[in-house]
């Protein structure tokens, strides 16, 4: 597995640990992770830090050519609001660790010319179900139903 999925795992794997939805993303920059986040939604009360935005904003700010030249790796599949960043920013790639248990806006990022590489990783569809199975009330309310 790629050392960069491998990193988001964990930070996926420390939201967890915090009693967070467990989905980590990292942000890359010519072979180098520039920002790091996971789901902190729970932890901080946020409505916004789910891991790619958490990720985003641990990069810190960044001149645009950065962004244009980045990939986003996250565990799971870039809701509406991930995806409108990833676009607003001109990162050019996301490689999505599964889509099974949720599939967010990959489409509108095609549409957008990002390329999207999905892997359907087994330790973060595992990850996922089982954080879904043992927490549907938690689930149910980050996702919005």
């Known amino acids: 597995m790629d050392e960069f999925m491998q990193a988001a795992i964990a930070e996926a794997e420390l939201g967890l640990q915090e009693g967070g939805v467990p989905i980590g993303s990292v ?3 010519q072979g180098k992770i520039i920002g790091r986040g996971h789901n902190r939604r729970m932890q901080q009360g946020s409505p916004i830090l789910h891991g790619e935005m958490d990720a985003l904003q641990n990069a810190g700010r960044q001149p645009a050519h950065v962004y244009r ?31 099974q248990t949720f599939m967010g806006a ?14 359907q990783d087994e330790t973060c569809i595992r990850l996922m179900e089982t954080f879904i199975q043992q927490h549907p009330e938690l689930w149910n309310e980050d996702i919005g139903e």
């Not at 790796?73 to 490689?95: D, N």
């Not at 990959?106 to 892997?119: P, Q, S």
């Open 106 to 119: 990959e489409e509108r990022l095609r549409k957008a010319g990002v390329d999207v590489v999905v892997l």
């Open 27 to 29: 942000l890359v920059h």
């Open 69 to 99: 030249e980045c990939t986003i790796y996250t565990t799971l599949s870039p809701c509406c609001m991930c995806s409108g960043a990833i676009e607003l920013y001109g990162i050019p790639r996301v490689v999505v660790g599964e889509n």
